[in-house]
């Protein structure tokens, strides 16, 4: 992988969904980004617009549990890159390449429970493409390398860091932390792990320019 294209425009990123998604064999597509970015709303409304042709498995569904992060020490910088089972993503990736299995079951994460719900998702054997989104899939440390080789293709999504804070805060008082506590959040743990992200855009084959809600339909 290297510096990617740019696009912001609601057809181009249509064009590159349905090249993705009409390739024959199943494709994984990548979205990254740092925590606030806006992944989520644009891989969700890929795969909706793809219907049974896409399915969404994210990565935060492999956040380890709230009990395990308190036992580890690591419930206060939860987000950060050694609070996930890089390798069981891994695995699920392995996994869900080859087609066949007939269905594969992936898990969830409810971010009104901040924790994982596990086989919510299912991914059929005739499902071509898989979209995966998540902050830490350019990593490249011991842990992560291994995930962009199981990818296709990785777009990361950057709409200015002013829009990306303002986000993020939003987000954590949407899900109930106060505006004191979504502000600290937001500048001390979410932008340590904003800024290791960061350093992986280079890596990304596309990079995606959206600054609001209606560019994404």
């Keep these: 992988m290297g510096q990617g294209s740019r696009c912001a425009e609601p057809r181009c990123l249509a064009a590159c969904r349905e090249q993705l998604a009409d390739g024959g064999e199943r494709r994984v597509l990548g979205i990254t980004g740092a925590p606030g970015a806006g992944k989520s709303p644009l891989a969700q409304q890929l795969t909706e617009a793809l219907g049974d042709r896409a399915v969404l498995v994210g990565l935060d569904s492999f956040h380890l549990s709230n009990a395990e992060l308190n036992r580890l020490g690591r419930y206060a910088r939860k987000g950060a890159?050694?609070?996930?089972?890089?390798a069981g993503y891994q695995s699920l990736l392995r996994r869900l390449r080859p087609q066949t299995d007939e269905i594969v079951y992936a898990a969830e994460f409810d971010r009104s429970l901040e924790e994982s719900i596990a086989c919510a998702v299912?991914?059929?054997?005739?499902?071509?493409?898989?979209?995966?989104?998540?902050?830490?899939?350019?990593?490249?440390?011991?842990?992560?390398?291994?995930?962009?080789?199981?990818?296709?293709?990785?777009?990361?999504v950057d709409p200015g860091e002013d829009v990306r804070m303002d986000r993020l805060i939003a987000r954590h008082v949407r899900f109930g932390r106060s505006e004191q506590e979504a502000y600290a959040r937001s500048h001390g743990s979410d932008q340590r792990n904003a800024e290791l992200i960061a350093s992986t855009r280079p890596r990304a084959d596309r990079i995606v320019q959206i600054v609001t809600e209606k560019e994404l339909a």
Excluded: H, K
């Design 122 to 156: 299912p991914v059929r054997r005739e499902t071509s493409l898989v979209v995966t989104e998540g902050n830490y899939l350019l990593a490249d440390d011991d842990r992560w390398r291994a995930t962009a080789g199981l990818i296709d293709e990785v777009w990361y």
């Design 81 to 86: 890159a050694d609070t996930f089972d890089a």
